[in-house]
């Protein structure tokens, strides 16, 4: 029986465990590297945004070609 719990007490041990040794090895992006995620978000935005927009100027004419004027 303690065998079985002790199994079943491994698992959360060994993520939280694993869990320690990612946070110790992270360290915060000096300036430069902070800076160039910013505009690789940014422009992430900017391209999805854009794609939303085309994707809608497309969608509103057809939509009212197919479904007609009822």
Do not use: T, W, Y
Not at 23 to 39: A, H, S, T, V
Not at 51 to 63: E, W
Request: glycine fraction near 12%; charge should be neutral.
């Amino acid at each position: 029986m303690a065998d079985q719990v002790e199994e079943i007490l491994e698992v959360p041990r060994e993520f939280f465990k694993d869990g320690v040794q990612f946070i110790n090895r992270c360290q915060k992006p000096d300036k430069k590297e902070f800076l160039k995620l910013c505009q690789a978000v940014g422009i992430g935005f900017g391209v999805m945004g854009a794609v939303g927009f085309i994707v809608k100027l497309i969608h509103i004419p057809l939509n009212g070609l197919l479904v007609g004027s009822a």
